[in-house]
């Protein structure tokens, strides 16, 4: 197969999980031209179509699914692994507040959105978008009301002396049984059945190479990991990589649909056709 130009997070699970496939140790994967960049950046890329292989949001998935088909693996979906509403006191009523999202095309929001339909009747005030590193010292300094977070920001947030408000992900396992969707790997359908098959048997082979010997992929994720502690980065690893990055399986894909038709119902995504997420 011919170079593919893929774009993902430097987040320390997708340089886990893409590890030995960026590095040609996957025996007959394409080679890769990694791109690193924040998911809210490859949600747009998607969008507009570029590049050939992309972590995206979940969230995404009904606006590109006309030239992207979504992998069966690669991705993060997990349980007690959800995005978490902070704030700087404790119990802080957020009707008509304030609250600083990542993206509002990111699956953190689709949650966020799903979860303040059912317990804030009143609905919270303007929505602010920042880059996510951002989020906790704009709480933390009383720009914001609140701060919806992702990523290491679950082992990190009291350092900066906020409290966890709600946790997005406990109300959707609450509410539906399944786990929690958050970040896709979706590949172009020009690739064709072949290549997407075999990129997806490539990304497997990594995830299990990665498991099989975790030493192997940490000067990649240490590279990448803006300066984050290891131990953070191992625990981030532990929570985001797992069952559903080898395989979506039937709860994986029971959980995609499950979002995306919530989502849609509330008006919040377009909906999904039935076979959208076939694959290849």
């Not at 539906?176 to 958050?182: A, D, W």
């Not at 979002?259 to 008006?267: F, I, M, N």
């Amino acid at each position: 197969m011919s170079r593919l130009h893929i774009a993902y997070s430097p987040c320390p699970n997708d340089t886990f999980v893409f590890d030995a496939l960026a590095h040609g140790r996957v025996p007959g994967a394409p080679g890769l031209d990694v791109t690193f960049a924040d998911i809210d950046v490859t949600n747009g890329m998607a969008e507009r179509g570029e590049l050939d292989v992309l972590k995206v949001s979940y969230a995404v998935l009904p606006y590109v699914l006309g030239t992207y088909t979504l992998l069966p693996c690669g991705g993060a979906l997990g349980r007690g692994c959800g995005p978490l509403v902070l704030t700087r006191e404790p119990g802080v009523d957020l009707t008509g507040r304030t609250v600083a999202v990542p993206s509002e095309r990111s699956t953190a929001y689709l949650l966020f959105r799903l979860w303040s339909a059912d317990t804030l009747p009143g609905g919270v005030g303007e929505i602010v978008v920042m880059p996510f590193h951002e989020i906790m010292p704009a709480v933390r300094d009383g720009k914001v009301d609140a701060g919806l977070v992702i990523h290491e920001a679950r082992f990190t947030y009291q350092n900066y002396g906020l409290h966890k408000l709600a946790d997005m992900g406990e109300h959707w396992e609450r509410a539906t049984g399944l786990p929690i969707p958050l970040g896709a790997i979706i590949a172009k359908r020009s690739l064709g059945a072949e290549t997407l098959t075999r990129l997806a048997d490539a990304v497997r082979t990594s995830v299990r190479l990665a498991w099989e010997n975790p030493e192997a992929s940490r000067p990649y994720v240490m590279e990448h990991a803006q300066e984050m502690d290891p131990a953070v980065a191992d625990q981030h690893i532990g929570l985001y990589v797992n069952e559903f990055t080898a395989g979506l399986g039937e709860d994986g894909y029971a959980a995609v649909r499950g979002l995306l038709t919530r989502a849609a119902a509330e008006g919040l995504v377009p909906p999904l056709g039935p076979d959208a997420l076939d694959f290849p």
